[in-house]
């Protein structure tokens, strides 16, 4: 599966994006991860959808917008869950 680390990140991505942070990426996947975390137990607990919207993140961190719409029309959800704060809930149509 690929992930952010495939991506040469750089240590101030690792560090502004929190990928190597298991406070933050539990509360953003809702996932428990190792802690310490390593590039090795992230990969090992994240899902494939984790996976993409992280990269989206990556690359919207970036500036790189076609690659973060790349990444996120794949995972639309979550991405749209991202943009309107993660507080936001999208509420399924009861009709």
Do not use: C
């Not at 929190?18 to 190792?34: D, I, N, T, Y």
């Not at 991405?79 to 999208?90: E, K, N, P, S, T």
Request: glycine content about 8%; charged content about 25%.
């Amino acid at each position: 599966m690929e992930t952010v680390f495939d991506h040469n990140l750089t240590p101030d991505e690792i560090d502004e994006l929190g990928f190597l942070a298991s406070f933050s990426l539990s509360l953003r996947h809702g996932l428990e991860f190792p802690d310490p975390l390593t590039a090795q137990g992230y990969q090992a607990t994240i899902s494939a959808e984790g996976a993409l919207f992280d990269l989206g993140l990556l690359y919207d961190f970036r500036g790189d917008a076609a690659k973060t719409e790349q990444y996120w029309s794949q995972v639309p959800e979550l991405a749209q869950q991202y943009r309107l704060g993660f507080d936001y809930v999208i509420e399924e149509d009861a009709s």
